[in-house]
């Protein structure tokens, strides 16, 4: 069973939501700094699907993801967190985030600027692939704060 999320955005920039076809969460064609926070709970990722899959995203912003993930499952070894696509900015993982399950965040081969920050030791990852010109110019902000409860 795939959970549904209750989602508030201060500035929708996407072209669909859906709640299933595999990933619990999926959100698709985003422009802007994306954050996500929320409670995540016994949710199955269908097939190879991650938890929550972030489709098309053109953005140099930053990514922040925070909250709370327990009793969740990725069957065939995918990520809780998959940024397909085009996600070149930076990614911080909140220091209050709690993960019961494995964490694991699958980021994009497309990236031309991709910052992966360590917040226990301040290490600053990067990588560049694509030129800038390659990218959408940032057009919204959007603030994800989805909870999931699926009970078992």
Known sequence: MIGFATVSFTYPHLSRFRGSRGSALRIEFIKGNVSIDGKYQNNVA????????LNRIFSTGTMTVS??????????????????SSFAGKLVIDDSTIFEDNLSIRYPDR???LEIE?????????DIIYSEAE??????????TPEY????
């Open 149 to 152: 409860t699926v009970d078992t």
């Open 67 to 84: 909250g709370e993930y327990y009793n969740n499952t990725c069957a065939k070894g995918a990520s809780i967190i998959d940024c397909i």
């Open 111 to 113: 990236a031309i600027w």
């Open 135 to 144: 990218l959408q110019e940032l057009t919204a902000d959007l603030i994800i």
């Open 118 to 126: 360590d917040l226990e030791d301040g290490t600053v990852y990067k």
């Open 46 to 53: 269908d097939g190879d699907r991650a938890l929550i899959a």
